[in-house]
């Protein structure tokens, strides 16, 4: 008998079929298993008369008669006449994953994060992450940008600072990609439209809830922009179009989570970070502390006051000051101090950053010069603004911290599959 996968199982109304799966939950009632099993297409409950030899996790094939029944996940249940244990457990696991919620402190979920994948629930983030993915790769293509591979060792640290990780590479120092930056300006010269889907690595010694150390980033740069709007504006659309993408693809996943529908505005408002300021410190009696362009806390309360002010999750925060931003950010034409840079906040978090950039040559050395930031190992980046480059830029969105908002997750590393931070380098 051929194998069947189980959203097929309405076509096969009253026939025997073949299965092939996991057991995900194993329940009695009086005389009669209830065993639900789940392939990679979906999941359905099998019905036994009888007792069978099997067990949470098993991997198991099953043959049996599909049988109509409201009452059951998808209006049919199989009612089973044979099982075989194609492999089983060698041991009882550290957790039940028969539990609907897992209610695991996260270093257990991560120290098992093998086993813990297996649950319906955490499978969910990422069937969701999975859809977030393709929809931004269509939402560009869609917009008429190409799509990209960079390197992820560089023989430069591409946003200067110490945020990087150094490592040996053969008789040489390499460094790991902060993110594509210098390889997707340069594609502006060559497609004028890039994207990117790929790992970026920030040597940040933070331990919180919404940093890891290597994260999935949604990079894009566009050229012939006329100023930084056109940036924003082209994000507000991708970011309208893979939110309707996860509501036709993803309602099952955003179900487990209590999430109906998610919902970005056509029109995402902006504020500068100046007035932000002011604005936070009057309404909700927080200053920022002046060493820094903004903390945790002024994003909460932007993605508050965006909320009450526009009836928003989402808001752009611009104009951040030159200190703060790489040597490739464009200044401000009407303050020096300020850039063309950007945060796109939501529902209190950070989840993009983006600018115009510098697409002058004498105009980018200007300003490494008073960053103080030598050019050694830049040549190849550098070297192509001596050849026409149009005025551009782009944004990097944080896949994860997208996929975190969402679904309400208490920590980004729920919606890393094996996240790396200050002190995690397995499994």
Known sequence: MQRILINEIPKHSGKDVLIQGRIINFRKLGGISFVLIQDYAGKIQTVWQEEINAKMSDSVEVVGTVKKEERAR???EI???KIKIISTSAEEPPFDLSKTKLNLQLTTLLDHRPLSLRHPKVQAIFKLYDILLEAYETAMRDEGF??????KLLEAASEGGANFFKIHYFEKNAYLAQSPQFYKQIMVGVFERVFEIGPVFRAEPHFTTRHVNEYISLDAEMGFIKDY?????TLNKIIVKIFGYLNEKGGPYLKEYGVEFVEAPEKIPYIKLSELREIIKKKYKYEIPGNIDIDPEAERLAG???KEEHDSD?????????????FYTMRSRENPEETYGFDLIYKGMEIATGSQRVHLYDELIKNMKEKKISGKGMEFYLDIFKFAMPPHGGWGLGSERIIQQILGLGSVKEAVLFPRDVKRLSP
């Open 314 to 326: 989402f808001i752009f925060i611009t104009h951040y000051p030159f200190k703060d931003r790489p």
């Open 74 to 76: 998808g209006g049919f």
């Open 304 to 306: 508050k006051y965006a």
């Open 229 to 233: 709007r056109d940036i924003t504006e």
């Open 79 to 81: 009612v089973g006449k």
């Open 146 to 151: 190409t799509e990209i591979k960079t390197p």
